[in-house]
Nanobody, 121 residues
């Protein structure tokens, strides 16, 4: 199994910053994409940002210019730097990775337990 452990959520005022971290552990042969999703009450889970093993990134339009995703492949860790936070960024943020556990294994999705981010006005 692959485990994802997140940290860094919390309460912040409008315009503030937070940094989320997520470390993947367990039996990992290939760690492909890593990313962050979020889900607010009554809304669908949406992809916020993702990063491939080679460093290619993508962002949802609403966070472009404010959020930065990065990863440390040696530490199998992905980060999400969130600046200029807005109330609409309030959500539970979930770490995600796509990984294979052996050379003949399929790629599978793995999820963290989620971390709450609350932006107060």
């Amino acid at each position: 199994q692959v485990q994802l452990v997140e940290s860094g959520g919390g309460l912040v005022q409008v315009g503030g910053s937070l940094r989320l971290s997520c470390r993947a552990s367990g039996t990992i042969f290939i760690l492909n994409s890593m990313g962050w999703y979020r889900q607010a009450p009554g809304k669908q889970r949406e992809l916020v940002a993702s990063i491939l093993s080679g460093g290619t990134t993508s962002y949802v339009d609403s966070v472009k210019g404010r959020f930065t995703i990065s990863r440390d492949n040696a530490k199998t860790t992905v980060y999400l730097q969130m600046d200029s936070l807005k109330p609409e960024d309030t959500s539970v943020y979930y770490c995600n990775c796509v990984a294979a556990q052996s050379s003949g294994d399929y790629y599978r999705n793995y999820w963290g337990q989620g971390t709450q981010v609350t932006v107060s006005s």
